[in-house]
């Protein structure tokens, strides 16, 4: 089956800095998302993004399928963004979403 | 926005007890899906539904899972008899249609099951 590796697998900033997270997958996809897992454990749909650029206030992301990986971006990062972050990718007529290992975020004050 | 809901949010139950996880998919989406997320794992692909029948299965939904649509709302998850090893977050999805065409699939926020 197809393979999804997310980086930097934990990350700690400080309130404001901006950051970098990736997924790399290794086979063409016809559907990629990003998720938010909170502290209490609850999934957050961020983005629907199989190609191009998306973005939603302080977040952006970047899918390039060509060369298999998307980007998340981060900027003025806060407390609140905190948790860990998913990717998830579909490849052809496949129903399930399969998922990444994340990236733990910790925004320090 | 429309959005999934899942209740409830938490459920602490005894080994061997049946337990129903609800969720209420979006309303004009006919493709449901559960998945799992054991702690500290990644989320786990359990089931996909439609049309009042499983459409694909993992390894991991055996015969003590089942999934209902009783009504035009809501769609259901048992566990028959609980294992200490079902303990997990349990996620719902929706979406409006599915194949090879790209396609967003809608989570829920989690039922979080806690076994005993």
């Known amino acids: 089956g197809i393979q999804v590796e997310q980086s930097p697998p934990d990350l700690i900033l400080q309130e404001g800095a901006n950051s970098t997270l990736r997924c790399n997958f290794s086979?063409?996809?016809?559907?990629l998302q990003w998720f938010h897992q909170n502290p209490w454990g609850q999934l957050i749909n961020l983005f629907y993004?199989?190609?191009g650029t998306k973005q939603n206030g302080r977040l952006s992301a970047t899918t390039v399928a060509t060369e298999r990986y998307s980007l998340l971006y981060i900027s003025s990062s806060q407390t609140t963004d905190s948790g860990v972050y998913f990717c998830?990718?579909?490849?052809?007529?496949?129903?399930?979403?399969?998922f990444g290992s994340g990236t733990q975020l910790t925004v320090l004050p | 926005e429309p959005e999934v809901t899942q209740t409830p949010s938490h459920q602490v139950t005894q080994m061997g007890q049946e337990v129903i996880l609800r969720c209420v998919p979006i309303?004009?989406?006919?493709?449901f899906y559960w998945y799992r997320q054991i702690l500290g794992q990644k989320v786990e692909f359990l089931v996909s539904?439609?049309?009042?029948?499983?459409?694909?299965k993992s390894e991991i939904f055996d015969d003590q899972f089942s999934v209902e649509r009783p009504d035009g709302s809501n769609f259901t998850l048992k566990i028959r008899s609980t294992k200490l090893e079902d303990s997990a977050m349990y996620f719902c999805?929706?979406?409006?249609?599915?194949?090879?065409?790209?396609?967003?699939?809608?989570f829920g926020p989690g039922t979080r099951l806690t076994v005993t």
């Open positions: 993004i199989p190609s």
């Open positions: 539904f439609y049309n009042n029948e499983i459409s694909e």
């Open positions: 309303s004009n989406h006919l493709y």
């Open positions: 998830a990718v579909r490849q052809g007529s496949a129903r399930q979403l399969t």
């Open positions: 086979d063409s996809v016809n559907n």
């Open positions: 999805a929706s979406s409006e249609r599915q194949g090879t065409m790209s396609y967003e699939q809608y």
